[in-house]
């Protein structure tokens, strides 16, 4: 479970304060999702961030399973997004920087380096996870040789491959055309649906929040809306609502 209060983060700007996220508080539990809108500059990718554990707010608690991101030992915090914590983040698949000369199937297997499993074994993962994304066929081919959307497939699977219990995704059908989106939603959903993850979800594509039963806006680094999407299922809950279940 996902426990902020009071989460504040300020930058220092050409020397002069910006705070892009200003008392953002609130929960998400085990194995449910929440979807996070904005405009841009809202402060969401910042949220994001803090939640992954690549940065740490200003003030406040980021409590993940009862352990504050804001204050555990830089050691800890690495283990835990190694291990837990799996991020797609804003751009991911649009360039494949330093991915870019590693075969897709190579670039997967990376995401597993820190956890020291034997070679085989990450190679194996990596098969697994790009099965689950439909891309088996393409392990063998240069990032530059996919499509975006392809792209995008292969940063989930990056995600995906450490097994993780968190999955964090920043705008993740951005750029993508209408017929990619709406495939890319219904990935997230079964991925969702099959690992039993916990997502947070920033998104201006309002067909991807809409399969979210909670949503949370912000605006100016602020809380300006929460609540459940209407016809999202149980009073309270904070889950993906695939279609066709019933809810």
Do not use: N
């Not at 670039?107 to 689950?132: C, F, K």
């Not at 979800?201 to 209407?230: E, F, K």
Request: charged share 25%.
């Amino acid at each position: 479970m996902y426990h902020l209060t009071g989460v504040t983060k300020d930058y220092r700007r050409g020397g002069e304060l910006v705070r892009a996220l200003d008392g953002v508080a609130f929960s998400v539990a085990d194995g449910t999702a929440l979807a996070v809108q904005g405009p841009r500059g809202a402060g969401a990718s910042t949220l994001l961030r803090i939640l992954g554990g690549l940065e740490r707010p200003t003030r406040g608690s980021v409590l993940l399973d009862g352990t504050d991101l804001a204050t555990v030992t830089a050691s800890r915090l690495g283990r835990i997004r190694a291990e837990s914590i799996g991020l797609i983040g804003s751009g991911d698949g649009d360039d494949p920087g330093p991915l870019a000369g590693l075969t897709v199937r190579q670039g997967v297997a990376a995401a597993l380096a820190p956890l020291r499993l034997r070679p085989a074994d990450r190679w194996e993962l990596a098969g697994d996870a790009l099965a689950e994304v439909g891309l088996s066929a393409r392990g063998d081919l240069l990032p530059g040789q996919l499509d975006r959307y392809a792209r995008r497939r292969a940063a989930l699977a990056r995600a995906l491959v450490k097994r993780p219990t968190v999955l964090l995704a920043d705008r993740p059908t951005a750029g993508l055309p209408p017929s990619a989106r709406a495939e890319f939603t219904e990935l997230l959903v079964r991925v969702w649906g099959e690992y039993r993850l916990t997502c947070v979800v920033a998104t201006d594509d309002d067909a991807l929040a809409g399969r979210a039963a909670r949503r949370l806006g912000l605006a100016g680094g602020r809380v300006v809306a929460a609540g459940r999407v209407a016809g999202s299922g149980r009073s309270g809950a904070t889950s993906w609502c695939p279609r066709g279940a019933g809810r």
